[in-house]
Each structure stands twice: as structure tokens, then as C-alpha cells.
């Protein structure tokens, strides 16, 4: 057979591809409950998305199906084996600021700018193009490939989950739905709450504070675990200190640290704020906790019993431990990285609950049974109990694997450039396959612009990214 030019055919089909890209992105298929019906359960615009790419599909002769307006799919080929391409129709809201209209999708200076360019109608189109290519070029098939198209991908994947309740899991595949070259290896997620009641408080054997300086009343920082605090407050009962001296205490451990905050004295009550600086549950240690800030302080001061207990086992735990080192999970993984954790929601009631909600991410050769035993131990220390809020296992793809080792070369072949392999620690769409990868499609080196204002692709990497995909298909299901 001769060799096909995967660029040359995908630059052939420019015109009609952007002409397919520029229509599909005008259609705002943002999730909206409020459209919502049977067979569109996530509203009308992401329907009319899914309907959008489908009719594509149908046009160039695949065959199709809509699973309950869930999820949907394009086949081609025939074979045993299935080849799954999994992207996603619905976008994030478009938000303010744009230089140009974020359902126009218009060109400028060779970048298509809209709401879901880059993430993820763009490359969804391009993978489209790519499976139009390996049919319309006629080329034989030994198994079959189909794109599956979901539609909940930016907000609680119940797509991908009821779609594979019912539907075949393809053996392998990829989602280009994140970066170039190939993302092999993602953490395993958990949120975890760590919770002591007031009766669980009270049921053990504590030594009562002589003299306290204050009683802690309220403390609350935080509202998402995977983001670091830049608020927290707290409240205290002056006892042996006076309201002034704990407010100027404040004020000089804020200015030694280095940290922002203020305290003032009201009705008898000392109000504390600390500031910190908020970034992603993935890198905490950029960050400043300023709930674990805000502790630190506290655990310096001489508190009422459960105040004392509070502070002094967070300042213990998990102040600047952002890798579990201190209450002994820490592990550091050659391929995937450390564990993380973070700290990002506290609360306290004196009357109440105690809480802290932590995101861990961890890889994969610290099993979630193996450290969630050591930190269930460590938490009964101060009667704190675990409950598991989410937690998605670590995803790997042997690197040896032929899906991993068949991307790299076609997309060597198709830049001429390495095609390193990565371990993350978020969740890409990939993971949704068992053995899944992301594969593309934002080149190394572009600025992501993915739920940005101005959210744009390349014109250039989309048709690249397509000649990538194209090939990708044909060598996978050759
Ligand atoms: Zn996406």
C-alpha cells in the first residue's frame, strides 16, 4: 500500500472542517437543568451539540447511537476489538471579558476563538475529521473504532457513567481531551472528611487546661477541598488574656510570619482573620493555607481543653505538611510523584463538630487501604473518624502497552518531535476507558486556554492535531 500523507488529507479538508468546527462551537451547549427533559438531560443545547456531531458522523457513513441523550457514538471498521476515541460536547459557561463573542467563533489571527476550542469541541471535530479520512481513504480495518461522545465531562461525568453501564468498554483507547505528547499515568483522588463530634469529644480521658488564655468558639476556613484556603476565621472567649493582648499577640505573630490578617475586639470577643493565597489541591505547597496559618497561632496559645486539642493536633498534622509526612503517609513515587495533601476545609464549633475536609492525591504504589489505615490510626488519636467523600483510584497505562507505544510513534512521525510520556496528578477524561490515555490537544509549549476568556485552538494545531488522530485510528485499528 502506498503511504498516505495523514497531513496532506487533513489540510485537504480544512475548508469543511473549520466550516464543522465553527458551527458546532456557535452552539452554546453549557449544562442547563433548566431545559432538561428526557433524552436531553443535560438541556437543550448540549442535545443540540450531540445532534450536531452525530449528523457529521452519519453524513460521512458511519453508523450511530444516541445512549438516552447520556452519551452517544460513531462506528467505523469491523472487528473484535473496539477502539474507543473519547471527547465531550458540553462546555463550561463562557464568562466575561472576551475580545470577541464566545459562540461567534470567529478567526483571528489564525486561532478559532470560542467557548470550547480548545476544550472540548475543537478536538472532538478533529477526531471526527480524522475517523472521515481513515474511511474515506477506504483503508482496511481489523477492528472496530468508535468515537464516543459525552456530554457531562464538566461537571459530574454522569455521561461516561451512565453510558458504560450498558455500553461495550472499548479494549483500548485514548481522549483528546488534555495534552500532547500522551498522559500514561494519573493519582489516584480522594476527599476525605475527618470529623469529632462533640460526643466523641467528650468520651475521652482529656486533661483539663489550667488557666487558659482563651476559649476557642468558632473557626472556619475553606470552601472546597481541592483549593487551598486564602480565607479563615476564627472567634475566641477571652479567659486569662484580655481581648486586647490576644488581638496584639495576633498582630505580632502575623507580622513575624510574614502572613496578612487582622484581629479586633468586639462584645467581649475576639474576631481573627487570616489571609492566605489559594491555588490548586494538586500543588498545595504554592500555596498559603491560611486556615492552617490561623491554627498554627492558635496551637501557640494556652486554649480550653477542645480548643487546645483542635489546634494542636492540626498545627501537629498539617500545617506546611503537604505531603502527609508528619501524620505518616508520606511516600514519593520515581514515575508518579509525591503524595499530596491538602488541608482545605476547616471547621470548628466548640459545641459542635470539629472537621477537616482533606483532598489526598497519591500515587500508585501507596495503595489507598495501606495509608488510609495509617491515617484512620492517627485519627482516633483525637477521636476524629473518616468518612470517604469521593475517591477515584490511581489510573496507569503500562508503558510498554502497544496503545502507549503506537501514540508515540505516530506522533514522532507526525511533529517530528520525542514523544515523552506523563504522569499527572488530576483526573484527565481518559481514565474513563480502562486502559485509557489523553493524547493531545494542546501542544507542548501553548498557553491553555481551556475555561479561559478568549479560549482559543490553533488553526494550525487543529488540522495537525487531526493528521495526528487520523493516523492514530488507522495504526490502532489496522
Ligand atoms: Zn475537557
Redesign the pocket.
Known sequence: MTRVDWQQEAEKRKDELLAAVREFLQIKSVLDPTTARDGAPFGEGIRQALDYVLTVCKEAGMTVKDVGGYAAHAELGEGEELIGILS?VDVVPEGDGWSSPPYAAEIVDGKIVARGAI??KGPTMAAIFAAKIVKELGLPLSKRVRLIFGTD??SNWRCVRTYFQTEEMPTMGFSP?ADFPLIYAEKGLTDLMLTQTAAAYAAQQITPVDRPDARLLTLSAGLRMNMVPDKAEAVLEPLSMTGQELAERFGAYVREMGLSGAADVRGGQVHVQMEGVSVHAMNPSLGVNAGTELLHFLAGLTLDERGQQFARFADRYFHRQHDGKAIGIACDDKEMGPLTLNTGIIRYEADGDAVFGVNIRYPHSQPFERWKAILEQRLAEAAFSLAVVEHLEPHRVDPQHPLITTLQRVYTEQTGQEAEIIAIGGAT?GRSLDVGVAFGPLFPGRPDS?HQRDEHILVDDLIKATAIYAQAIYELAK
Open positions: 465531550h476544550d472540548d465531562e464538566e481531551d477524561y481551556a
